[in-house]
């Protein structure tokens, strides 16, 4: 275990030449198309499971299954489809990134109290109206939730797929690191994987605070 002197020292010398701010930048890149690509598809699925029965009933049980399946078996799939360029990497991040969503949207509607639709109905609300007005703020908190732990999980899918025969990258440092016998190198890329990792929530906790503002919590009184 490398003293955490040399372990900063190998982070300063990584961000001096540059060459840790090109592999953040692959990472990052890698991680924001496949979130962005995995949060639509399940928010998409999501929406369509929990509003209609029939979807639910004839969609849920196979990507439950699926979801059962580990990231790593994956990635022959994708690399015999896709190739090992980025569009692989790209997609085992997304499959990542998909199932926390679509379970916490798909949950989140299904968890809305019966009461507060009933309600709704007594003031005639539309179909519209009662899904901007009753059902979405209702959701918003737990799709929250959904779309920080798919984040989260995208940045550990973006290990699998770098190590995908990737030559830019965070993951790519710890295989260098590896191969290369320099522990330091192992954990300061584990340690810039931690900071881009809470960056990139922070960032998205920022952006979706205005969704949930009218909530009157706990947090909020303290």
């Given at each position: ?47 369509l499971c929990g509003t209609i029965e029939s979807a639910r009933r004839l969609l849920d049980p196979t ?84 779309l920080r732990s798919g984040l989260g999980l995208g940045f550990m899918f973006v290990v699998a797929a ?37 960056t990139a929530d922070s960032l998205l906790m920022l952006f979706t605070k205005p969704l949930v503002r ?9």
């Amino acid at each position: 275990m490398p003293p955490p002197s040399r372990i900063v020292t190998t982070l300063y010398a990584l961000a001096a030449s540059g060459e840790l701010w090109v592999h953040a930048w692959a990472t990052l890149w890698r991680v924001a198309v496949g979130f962005a690509l995995g949060a639509v598809g399940g928010i998409v699925f999501g929406a369509l499971c929990g509003t209609i029965e029939s979807a639910r009933r004839l969609l849920d049980p196979t990507l439950q299954a699926l979801r059962a399946i580990p990231s790593i078996a994956w990635v022959p799939l994708f690399i015999l489809w896709l190739g090992i360029f980025e569009a692989s990497k790209v997609a085992l991040i997304a499959v990542g990134v998909f199932f926390p969503v679509y379970l916490g949207i798909a949950g989140a509607i299904l968890s809305v109290d019966r009461k507060l639709v009933e309600v709704g109905h007594v003031f005639r609300l539309s179909r519209v109206k009662l899904a901007r007005r009753i059902l979405l703020p209702a959701v918003l908190p737990e799709a929250v939730i959904a779309l920080r732990s798919g984040l989260g999980l995208g940045f550990m899918f973006v290990v699998a797929a770098e190590f995908m025969g990737a030559s830019e990258g965070l993951g790519y440092l710890l295989v260098d690191g590896q191969q290369m016998g320099k522990p330091d190198q192992i954990l300061a890329a584990i340690i810039a994987f931690a900071l881009l990792g809470k960056t990139a929530d922070s960032l998205l906790m920022l952006f979706t605070k205005p969704l949930v503002r009218w909530q009157d919590t706990v947090r909020e009184r303290l």
